[in-house]
């Protein structure tokens, strides 16, 4: 069983920062691309930003300039490092493959909570 699990999450003020992290059972590198993802209150879940194996990135407009995202292939595991964090960005945030690929079973996913 394909195993996702994300780490990282927790309370913090706005303007703060976070670094999750996704580790998995998958060999990322031979994935064309993987994602954070993540799941607001009364929302429904959105790409936050993904990374393919070579490195190319994208950002929904909401984060730009403020997350980046990162992968390690030797450990498996995938980054997300978000700085200047807003109220806003609270939320579940999960990883698995990147958009257009057929995801795997979602994680737990961690909870980030960005308030004062």
């Known amino acids: 069983q394909v195993q996702l699990v994300e780490s990282g999450g927790g309370l913090v003020q706005p303007g703060g920062s976070l670094r999750l992290s996704c580790t998995t059972s998958?060999?990322?590198?031979?994935?064309?691309?993987m994602g954070w993802y993540r799941q607001a209150p009364w929302k429904q879940r959105e790409l936050v930003a993904s990374?393919?194996?070579?490195?190319?990135?994208t950002y929904a407009d909401s984060v730009k300039g403020r997350f980046t995202i990162s992968r390690d292939n030797n450990k498996n595991t995938v980054y997300l490092q978000m700085n200047s964090l807003k109220a806003e960005d609270t939320g579940v945030y999960y990883c698995?493959?990147?958009?257009?690929?057929?995801?795997?079973?979602w994680g737990q996913g961690t909870l980030v909570t960005v308030s004062s």
């Open positions: 698995n493959l990147g958009p257009g690929l057929q995801p795997r079973p």
């Open positions: 990374i393919t194996n070579t490195g190319s990135t």
């Open positions: 998958l060999t990322i590198d031979s994935i064309y691309a």
